[in-house]
């Protein structure tokens, strides 16, 4: 695939651009879905760690609170509880929509923030203005007739290296070095989620998009990645194990990752540090696994330690599968001025101005774009 340097010109010095590539001759063309299982197994064995096959000596899914608000919306709070030798993680998740006679499209967001102080004041403290409730404004969206759902995913496994082992990696514990991590966990209890709406029927379950930011956005790939029932992806300043390249990335590098996150991946990306350039995937074959389903990446532009140039560069490289598969890649393939969304194609791409985070300017654009593709 030709890649004019004039768009990538922006990347960290001495790093060479043998960047691998999804499709690599005819035969993976012709059976896409044997070369997407391979990609899958290398995100699986280097970086995220593998789901493992489960067995439960019981769980379920239980309603634990129905509120009618006063807006005319219903709210609705749920638990899935997991046991096994004895053993039990829980998973939290909230409904907001509103009653329609057509069944729901809905949405599904990874939220690793919700009931934990410490990382709030931690985003507090990488933004001083974030309003948390704008990374996912549930009410507006539901007053959309979307059906909004958020996942309080560190129910399951909470955001922290040594607390992370309990939960559900208390019941499945990584093995060896593909053994997965809480950000496969978090991946994992997104699926879960889907078969919630799968068993539900004021739902449409054609109409499944997965939302996250940053590190939430990391996770929202990899869970549209595994889960091909989820049908529209919004990855949100999803930097690095996210949306950006690890080739060639300033800001945030894996060095960094492994270290200040070691929770995050499987034991073999540790290996990895300073050895982007030989791993044998990037993270544009990530985005190239969510093809041919919508998928709207967005960028900041004074988010500097995600990347942005990195990220934009993954969804024109992804571009290539998509076409493949009859679909279209970025419309331009052009790095944008601030706030000016690139949305034609099926993959969508803006750099919001401002700092990390996800805002309304994000929303407004993603649902525009989602409305159009998944038609509703
Ligand atoms: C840190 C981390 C990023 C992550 C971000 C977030 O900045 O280094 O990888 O995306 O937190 O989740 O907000």
């Given at each position: 695939m030709m890649i004019s340097c004039k768009t990538f010109c922006t990347g960290r010095k001495g790093s060479h651009m043998s960047v691998p590539s999804i499709i690599?001759?005819?035969?993976?063309?012709?059976?896409?879905?044997?070369?997407?299982?391979?990609?899958?197994?290398?995100?699986?064995?280097?970086?995220?760690?593998?789901?493992?096959?489960?067995?439960?000596?019981?769980?379920?899914?239980?309603?634990?609170?129905?509120?009618?608000?006063?807006?005319?919306?219903?709210?609705?709070?749920?638990?899935?509880?997991f046991i096994k030798n004895k053993k039990t993680a829980n998973l939290r998740f909230d409904l907001i929509y509103r009653k329609s006679e057509r069944k729901l499209p809905t949405i599904i967001h990874v939220d690793p923030f919700g009931k934990n102080p410490a990382l709030i004041a931690y985003m507090k403290k990488l933004n001083p203005k974030a309003q948390l409730?704008?990374?996912f404004p549930m009410y507006s969206l539901a007053n959309k007739d979307i059906a909004t759902i958020n996942v309080d995913v560190s129910s399951l496994a909470p955001d922290d290296p040594v607390k992370s082992n309990f939960g559900m990696l208390e019941l499945y514990p990584p093995q060896g070095s593909n053994g997965w991590?809480?950000?496969?966990?978090?991946?994992?209890?997104?699926?879960?989620?889907?078969?919630?709406?799968?068993s539900d029927n004021r739902f449409d379950t054609s109409r499944i998009i997965i939302a996250g930011c940053s590190r939430a956005g990391k996770t929202a790939l990899w869970a549209a990645a595994q889960d091909e029932r989820i049908t529209g992806v919004f990855a949100s300043v999803s930097g690095?194990?996210?949306?950006?390249?690890?080739?060639?990335?300033?800001?945030?590098?894996?060095?960094?990752?492994?270290?200040e996150f070691p929770h995050w991946s499987c034991?073999?990306?540790?290996?990895?540090?300073e050895r982007e350039d030989e791993l044998p995937f990037d993270q544009h074959m990530l985005l190239a696994l969510i093809a041919p389903r919508p998928l709207y990446i967005t960028s900041a532009s004074e988010d500097d330690w995600a990347c942005p140039p990195k990220e934009f560069e993954s969804c024109v490289r992804a571009g290539e599968?998509?076409?493949?598969?009859?679909?279209?890649?970025?419309?331009?393939?052009?790095?944008?001025?601030?706030?000016?969304?690139?949305?034609?194609?099926?993959?969508?791409?803006?750099?919001?101005?401002?700092?990390?985070?996800?805002?309304?300017?994000?929303?407004?654009?993603v649902i525009s774009f989602m409305r159009k593709k998944l038609c509703f």
């Open positions: 690599r001759n005819e035969s993976d063309l012709r059976d896409w879905p044997s070369r997407r299982r391979e990609i899958l197994s290398l995100f699986e064995d280097y970086e995220y760690g593998k789901t493992p096959d489960m067995e439960f000596d019981k769980s379920g899914c239980v309603c634990l609170e129905h509120l009618e608000l006063t807006s005319g919306q219903i709210k609705e709070s749920y638990g899935f509880y409730d704008e990374m991590c809480a950000l496969g966990v978090w991946a994992w209890a997104m699926s879960r989620v889907v078969d919630f709406i799968y690095c194990c996210g949306s950006a390249m690890h080739r060639g990335k300033t800001g945030e590098r894996i060095v960094s990752i492994i270290k034991q073999k990306f540790k290996e990895y540090g599968i998509y076409r493949a598969l009859g679909k279209t890649g970025l419309s331009s393939e052009t790095f944008p001025e601030t706030n000016s969304p690139i949305i034609d194609g099926d993959i969508a791409y803006h750099l919001r101005k401002g700092p990390h985070g996800c805002k309304a300017y994000d929303w407004e654009n």
